[in-house]
């Protein structure tokens, strides 16, 4: 069974501070997708990045990275230089090869005060 | 733009009444999804849509029904409501699973329940 982790309920930081959202995964399958969504307040989830089990090559977009670990199950996420416009719900997902079904992690509250 | 539109942003009911939640896309999109997101446990998968009239459970379909009789749009129904169905419901819709396997999901903005 698939099942993913996030330990962190809640972070509070101050703006312009680096932060870093963990993510744990377990999978038996050796295809699988990783995804990371945000929830602001406005509700809506917003597609952030999806990686597949076969690319483990970190990735950086603008002041969000990303570091998939397949050693130790992990794809965290990072955000540089914080703004209150990150505060948020991200939310960790992990979908299997032939699954059309999402996995979702119970998710990270992120607060960015200014 | 692509749009995932659930009719109610806030519904008010009480226990035992039949509650219907609206999902449309306009996406053209075969896979469409409700999720339920509580406080401490994240989304969970209810049900879940690959085709018309096609519907499958997910991880926690007790006490719920869906209805998909047109592409563009997945009701979920609560034949009965109770008070531990409050929760914030969402929907999303994907893409048909060829190309990319699992493109990613499209969600609405949610429907806030209260059953009182």
């Known amino acids: 069974a698939q099942k993913v982790t996030q330990a962190q309920t809640e972070i509070s930081v101050v703006e312009k501070e680096d932060v870093t959202l963990d993510c744990v995964y377990e999978?038996?399958?050796?295809?699988?997708?990783l995804f990371w969504y945000k929830q602001p307040p406005s509700g809506e989830l917003v597609f952030l990045i999806r990686r597949n089990s076969f690319d483990e090559q970190n990735e950086i977009s603008g002041r969000y990275s990303w570091n998939f670990q397949k050693s130790t199950s992990s794809f965290n996420f990072t955000i540089t230089a914080s703004q209150v416009v990150d505060s948020a719900v991200y939310f960790c997902?992990?979908?299997?090869?032939?699954?059309?079904?999402?996995?979702f992690g119970k998710g990270t509250m992120l607060l960015v005060s200014p | 733009d692509v749009k995932v539109t659930q009719s109610s942003r806030y519904l008010v009911k009480r226990t035992g009444e039949k509650v219907f939640l609206e999902c449309v896309q306009d996406?053209?999109?075969?896979?469409m999804f409700w999720y339920r997101q509580d406080p401490g446990l994240g989304l969970r998968l209810i049900y879940f849509s690959y085709d018309v009239k096609m519907k499958e459970k997910g991880d926690i379909p007790e006490g719920y029904s869906v209805s998909r009789e047109k592409k563009e749009r997945f009701s979920l129904i609560l034949e009965s409501a109770s008070t531990n169905q409050t929760s914030m419901y969402l929907c999303a819709s994907r893409p048909p699973d060829r190309g990319p396997a699992n493109e990613k999901l499209f969600f609405g903005s949610g429907t806030q329940l209260s059953v009182l």
């Open positions: 997902a992990l979908s299997e090869a032939g699954y059309s079904t999402l996995t």
């Open positions: 999978t038996r399958d050796t295809t699988y997708y």
């Open positions: 996406m053209d999109h075969e896979n």
